[in-house]
């Protein structure tokens, strides 16, 4: 029997995943780049196979990891953790530095980058993992500190999207009561909890029209907690 609670306790960092060109490129975040290799220096980054990125880092043979601040703004997140970038373009009004491959790199939040050159693919079920050659990395930040996944779960009060390689289902987190009074409901999409005592508004009565603040998904999907 899997306890879910025991992997939570496996560490991991928070990432910015690019790749492309000047013209056009896309970006997601990863809790699964690791270096695995010291000579030649090789980085390993998963990326969903539904993933619009995959194929630009296919295309390409290049990605960029952008590595995360602590403070992070969650506008980051959302745009690159929640939605497609099948919808609208994510680099779009980012701080983007192109890399010595072309490859767009997110500055945003970013405390250091890596740029790599993929030398193997690898299917691992529901992910590709991407083998990168290191060819350039750079700090951008000495004063702030890389975020981890823990600490983004603890401060954010969410969980990994769908398409993430930790990702769990959320009825595996808590289960829920239908049709008991809670204070307390879950966005089915990426786990933020809106709590009424510390909202102060009651979510019955919250507008139709509002929205899960984190990933923007509709009312509608929230449930009892």
Known sequence: MINFDALSKVTYGLYLVSAGDKNRGNGYISNSVFQVSAT???????????????GFIEQSGHYAVSVLSQNTDMVIFNRFGYKSGKDFNKLEGMDIKLGQTGTPIVLNN???????????????GTHWMFIGELLDAQV???????????????????????NAPTFIDV???????????????????????????????????????WVCPVCGTEKSEFTSY
Do not use: M, W
């Open 40 to 54: 030649p220096p090789l980085f390993a980054a998963c990326c969903h196979k539904n993933n619009f990125t995959a």
């Open 110 to 124: 970013s405390i250091a980058y890596l740029e790599c050159k993929v030398v193997q693919k690898l299917d691992v």
């Open 140 to 162: 951008l930040d000495q004063t702030n500190v890389p975020i981890t996944y823990d600490h983004y779960r603890e401060t954010r009060k969410v969980v990994a999207p769908a």
């Open 171 to 209: 009825q595996h987190l808590k289960p829920v009561e239908t049709g008991s009074f809670s204070d307390k409901f879950r966005c089915s999409v990426c786990g933020f909890i809106y709590d009424e005592s510390k909202e102060g508004v009651s979510f019955a009565s919250l507008p139709e029209t």
